[in-house]
DNA sequence: CTGAAAGCGCTTACAG
DNA sequence: CTGAAAGCGCTTACAG
């Protein structure tokens, strides 16, 4: 049960631990026949390498850490597997961990990584971080922000031009012939809800179209917020006939809160959501939605991860690197009194 | 930016590298002022103690392997966020794996969570996997087992009582009334479909009441095969008045096919779900369903894994560890004609 | 084609 | 109250 070490195999299998070392690593030529005993003293011993004692010669952990909100809300769940397997694609391992929206909790966790040495990090949106971004960044941990701004001299950054995919949102349902338009945003410190709420507004300005501030309602990215501020909008005198939610979870919120109040969706609202979790193609109606490239921003981030790990020391310029979100049209939506 | 290591503290603040070692351990008596010098050190340096260097030196890394099939599938991503919590409070990392019901990567991520020395895996169900278990076991790191059944000599093992809450759950549903009680299963070589199963013909066949074959259809666990599988029931000449749905995800998609088949829940039908993910409390109706005790299921898993860490030499009993479902009434039942 | 030896950054008996 | 030194298991220049 004792943990074999190259020690062992070297003995076992007649040779030094350079050796044992090179045909592990196929790091030089080894004669076949010396080869295959060495291959055949890991076998008969059940040698697994120490990943400790190599990372602590070689500089490099293989490890990255991935620092997320909650894995448990469907969209960072989404990405944080993706990631997940483009780093074990490459190779990598990632610690997972949830900041929580708790700044001594995510403040152990960047220590804990530095001491733990990874080799990269990839930092997903969450409330005010930037001293915590500071310091990892100090340490020289290579680090990817995705879905979040922050400056350029801390970090790469991945994310959607939100602001475009707002006004998409909000032009798609102006074309449907909609004028009462209300939105339903996120908590009003975050960057790309803040974003989104502007595209909404450039649409609805670029047609003239005013909105009454009754019609812009703060929710929390939370199912039951949807809910509730659906119910509020849809308690207006003057009721919108269509409605941006700023993300999925309270797009099917407010789904739901319509069908409670005997409203129908899409024939006397028309609800747009945001994101495109899986959850959304499932539900009826399907929720019409502004999908966010998960797929490409994870491997995205991870290749740009992997790219500053390897480059480490030519001072690699880092760059904001926007993608595009795409609408789909489903069933939550349809034309004004089509 | 070149890592500052207890050397360069030790200089600093004029003393030894054993003496610094243990202010940061705390392992044994240093005069308060040494000991501030070097702390200051430590500050103006920027100091971050290497882990690997010292998991090579003491054998542990404070890590755990937490390998799960689908980190996006609600009820393990709940469960999965509990054990990084708690790990996190017992000062343990998490490597997230997901094994994908891919043998292959479930392979990988073992070896390489031996190569890394991680203290502990908790493995949480996936297809079959003795092999991997086995050679987790015999390379002698400790192991818990979430959610189904291992032999005992390779793992503890954390889960619920499947078939007594199968038996709750469909006597809840003849209690209400009902006669006509169907089931959709989930993969029939999962153990815990199977028990679940078993529970709903004790419970039926205790109160007298036979179950056609037809009755019993096997879905896959997710949303799809929910919708499919009520579909096909509710098209049968003698339709169900119940139907016992042995995951959330797949009685939220029951009820929406339900729903679009112009059957109402609960009036025409009850739905019964298991698992009690968040969104089933959310969505209209609301799910009842048996409520498995995550919170209950990472703690435990995570303590007996820290205690078979500290207690690696004494040769530790496995056990068998059942925690018990408990039945949440919401609305998607209720009594026949009631 | 292969090996001896230094060294990565810690911890911890041993010594005083 | 503190320090010098061995050693954890690797990798990799250096040497032959």
Chains 1, 2 share one sequence.
Do not use: W
Request: glycine share 6%; hydrophobic share 40%.
């Amino acid at each position: 049960m004792k943990r074999m070490t190259m020690k062992d195999v070297a003995d076992l299998a007649g040779v030094s631990k350079t050796t044992v070392s090179h045909v592990i690593n196929e790091t030089r030529f080894v004669e076949v026949s010396t080869r295959n005993k060495v291959l055949q003293a890991m076998k008969d011993l059940g040698y697994h390498p120490n990943t400790v004692a190599r990372s602590l010669r070689s500089g490099e952990t293989k490890t990255i850490g991935m620092i997320v909100p909650d894995s448990t809300n469907l969209f960072f769940a989404d990405i944080a597997r993706r990631i997940e397997n483009y780093g074990y694609e490459n190779g990598y391992s990632v610690i997972l961990c949830n900041s929580d929206n708790n700044i001594d909790k995510q403040q152990n966790y960047i220590d804990t990584l530095i001491s733990k040495q990874v080799d990269g990090v990839i930092f997903i949106s969450s409330g005010e971080s930037k001293a915590d971004l500071q310091r990892l960044s100090e340490s020289g941990i290579p680090i990817v922000v995705a879905d979040r701004v922050v400056p350029l001299s801390l970090a790469d950054v991945v994310l959607i031009n939100n602001e475009e995919a707002g006004y998409i949102a909000t032009k798609y349902l102006i074309d449907l012939g909609h004028r009462r338009i209300a939105c339903i945003t996120g908590s009003s410190e975050l960057n790309p809800s803040m974003r989104r709420v502007e595209g909404y507004r450039r649409a609805l300005s670029e047609s003239e179209i005013s909105v009454p501030e009754e019609y812009i309602v703060q929710g929390d990215f939370q199912f039951q917020s949807g809910e509730l501020m659906m119910t509020k909008l849809m308690k207006l005198p003057q009721r919108p006939t269509a409605v941006f939610v700023l993300n999925d979870m309270m797009a099917i919120g407010a789904v739901s809160a319509a069908r409670r109040l005997g409203v129908d969706v899409p024939d006397d609202v028309s609800i747009m959501g945001f994101d495109d979790i899986a959850l959304s193609s499932l539900l009826h109606p399907s929720l019409s939605t502004m999908a966010q490239p998960t797929e490409e921003m994870a491997r995205l981030a991870v290749e740009l991860l992997i790219q500053k790990i390897a480059h480490q020391d030519v001072d690699h310029e880092n760059k904001k690197h926007v993608l595009n979100a795409v609408l789909i049209v489903r069933d939550s939506t349809k034309a004004l009194g089509g």
